[in-house]
């Protein structure tokens, strides 16, 4: 089936560090791709909507400044945790639609834990 | 907000069936029953889905009420590995926005 990966799977840094987190679709090409964080115990939360070529969508209370996102290409969409801070500290999981796919299909990625120490 | 109600927890035996349900009460002509798994540090793994006929894959099966207001996932033979939290989610075809609620934390036990 299709696969999204992400890199890296864990990644620690230190205070005031940027971070970036790449989501890629492996065998499909992907006009769009979302990304969530989830903090411990918690469910997922949608962040932002990635389109190829233009801007994302940010959804209300995320900071486009702080989480900064660039899908220069269909398999390609990566996530910028900017001067990250120990509350950035989370689950940050992709997900991606194939290009002219069948209706509904919607694939994620494996997720990527940051520890912000 | 979550369109969907679902239990906090469950248990099953090993082998059992476990049968988890989903309210959807508001859920609209257009929207199809979606049901995901996460299985501790991992993504949200696709299982089944459904508009209003019964559905059935090698996974599970999806039970939807004639009246589209609640529906169960049906794991057949639950495993050790079947331990997740599963998520029931009312979405549109083209809806790839998605709402997770709490979900169903569902602890298989040997």
């Known amino acids: 089936g299709a696969v999204v990966s992400q890199h890296p799977s864990r990644v620690i840094c230190k205070s005031g560090t940027s971070v970036k987190i790449e989501c890629r679709s492996l065998d499909f090409q992907a006009t769009t791709m979302f990304w969530y964080r989830q903090f411990p115990k918690q469910s997922l939360m949608l962040m932002a909507t990635s389109n190829e070529g233009s801007k994302a969508t940010y959804e209300q209370g995320v900071e486009k400044d702080k989480f900064l996102i660039n899908h220069a290409s269909l398999t390609l969409s990566t996530l910028t945790v900017t001067s990250a801070h120990p509350e950035d500290s989370s689950f940050y999981i992709c997900s991606a639609t194939p290009r002219g796919g069948a209706a509904g299909e919607l694939f994620f990625g494996e997720g990527s834990r940051l520890t912000v120490l | 907000d979550a369109k969907t109600t679902q239990p906090p927890s469950m248990d099953c035996a090993e082998g059992r069936a476990a049968n988890l349900p989903c309210n959807h009460s508001t859920i609209s002509g257009n929207e199809y029953v979606y049901w995901y798994r996460q299985i501790h540090s991992q993504g949200p793994q696709y299982i089944i889905h459904?508009?209003?006929n019964n559905e059935t894959n090698e996974m599970a099966s999806l039970i939807i009420t004639e009246d589209r207001k609640s529906s169960t996932l049906i794991l057949p033979h639950a495993t050790l590995r079947d331990t997740a939290v599963y998520y029931c989610?009312?979405?549109?075809?083209?809806?790839?926005?998605?709402?997770f609620g709490a979900g169903t934390t569902v602890t298989v036990r040997a």
């Open positions: 989610i009312v979405r549109g075809h083209n809806d790839y926005k998605l709402s």
């Open positions: 459904g508009l209003k």
